[in-house]
T-cell receptor
Framework: KNEVEQSPQNLTAQEGEFITINCSYS?????LHWLQQHPGGGIVSLFM???GKKKHGRLIATINIQEKHSSLHITASHPRDSAVYIC?????????FGKGTRLSVIA | GAVVSQHPSRVICKSGTSVKIECRSL??????MFWYRQFPKQSLMLMAT?????????EQGVEKDKFLINHASLTLSTLTVTSAHPEDSSFYIC????????????FGPGTRLTVL
């Protein structure tokens, strides 16, 4: 079974800071998801990637298949970015989720 | 983009009653739907995978007689928590995929169940 580890578990940042959240997994995958869960609970899919890098607005996601590692970057962070960010990996089985990184951005 | 809805968003019920949660794919046909449960400050845990027109596949430790799943159409799956107890209080999230388990999943907004 794939083990998914995220770091840090909790992160507090000042508005405007550059933020990086890391995700490592133990077994080869076909794709990796980054999800955002707001305090109300709803989940939004931010990225799905299997190689390289994707960018959407202030969010950037990268993945290194050889190192089994992905990062999610947020540039010019804003209080509205405060949420739990979850990494999930997909291989031959349904998604396996990390425990999430709780981000708080302070104005 | 693909939209998945859940109803209700929040439900409070008495112990011993049954609660039905609906998951709908609004603008695509969902061959496969997934039901997850999330306890406070925990990661999502897959409960079961359902394919339209067939019986759901339950994860180890999930009681199929307690958590009844029906995926009767390509746009609707329901999860019924039977004889709910306070320990069933949780956040239930569904996701839907147009292909199989390996396809992109679109998540619903979740249903918060509180059993008194």
């Amino acid at each position: 079974k794939n083990e998914v580890e995220q770091s840090p578990q909790n992160l507090t940042a000042q508005e405007g800071e550059f933020i990086t959240i890391n995700c490592s997994y133990s077994v080869g995958i076909s794709a990796l998801h980054w999800l955002q869960q707001h305090p109300g609970g709803g989940i939004v899919s931010l990225f799905m990637l299997s190689s390289g890098k994707k960018k959407h607005g202030r969010l950037i996601a990268t993945i290194n298949i050889q190192e089994k590692h992905s990062s999610l970057h947020i540039t010019a962070s804003h209080p509205r970015d405060s949420a739990v960010y979850i990494c999930a990996v997909r291989g031959n089985t349904p998604l396996v989720f990390g425990k999430g990184t709780r981000l708080s951005v302070i104005a | 983009g693909a939209v998945v809805s859940q109803h209700p968003s929040r439900v409070i019920c008495k112990s011993g009653t049954s609660v039905k949660i609906e998951c709908r794919s609004l603008d695509f046909q969902a061959t496969t739907m997934f039901w997850y449960r999330q306890f406070p400050k925990q990661s999502l845990m897959l409960m079961a995978t359902s394919n339209e027109g067939s019986k759901a596949t339950y994860e180890q430790g999930v009681e199929k007689d307690k958590f009844l799943i029906n995926h009767a159409s390509l746009t609707l799956s329901t999860l019924t928590v039977t004889s709910a107890h306070p320990e069933d209080s949780s956040f239930y999230i569904c996701s839907a995929a147009s292909g199989g388990a390996a396809d992109t999943q679109y998540f619903g907004p979740g249903t918060r169940l509180t059993v008194l």
